[in-house]
């Protein structure tokens, strides 16, 4: 019974090391996280976008594990955008890829609705990962028009460090 045991624990150590040198040959999609100044240069130009437009927003930027890096709201933005903006711009960063493209998987229907049962999927627009040098630094969100105002506003603060 022992020698089944010492066995399996055996096979089990050998089974893990071949998937971390697996798992380790993968490209790593992230950067260094934005910093303090790049991040405040992102939420400039995405709040230029809203208030060339009229539109009263709120723009988070994360690193890319999600965690807040810089925030700021145009005075007379709904309450509720504060929370909005940061969810996306953390979907967008964990999940490494604008929150456009889950609302689009959403809106197919059909196996896309699978989507709902992710914890920290934002399907809505305004979430955009935020790219230097071809690697995901953050991401950006925004809060407080439609969902398509959003996306335009949050691409701008985006393309401010490209």
């Known amino acids: 019974m022992l020698a089944r045991s010492a066995l399996k624990s055996v096979c089990a150590i050998v089974f893990m090391l071949c998937a971390a040198t697996v798992f380790a040959q993968l490209p790593n999609p992230y950067g ?75 809106a197919a229907g059909g196996v896309g609705l699978r989507l709902l049962a992710l914890e920290g999927a934002v399907p809505v627009d305004g979430g955009v990962p935020l790219l230097m040098d071809g690697k995901i630094v953050g991401a950006i969100g925004l809060s407080g028009g439609t969902s398509d105002q959003d996306g335009q506003a949050a691409k701008a603060g985006a393309d401010a460090v490209k």
């Open 32 to 106: 260094a996280p934005i910093t303090g100044e790049n991040a405040k240069k992102v939420a400039a130009a995405a709040l230029a976008e809203a208030r060339k437009n009229n539109w009263n927003m709120a723009a988070a930027v994360v690193d890319p594990s999600g965690d807040l890096v810089y925030f700021e709201k145009l005075d007379g933005t709904q309450a509720a955008s504060v929370k909005i903006a940061i969810d996306k711009a953390r979907s967008a960063a964990r999940f490494k890829r604008p929150t456009r493209a889950l609302q689009d998987v959403l």
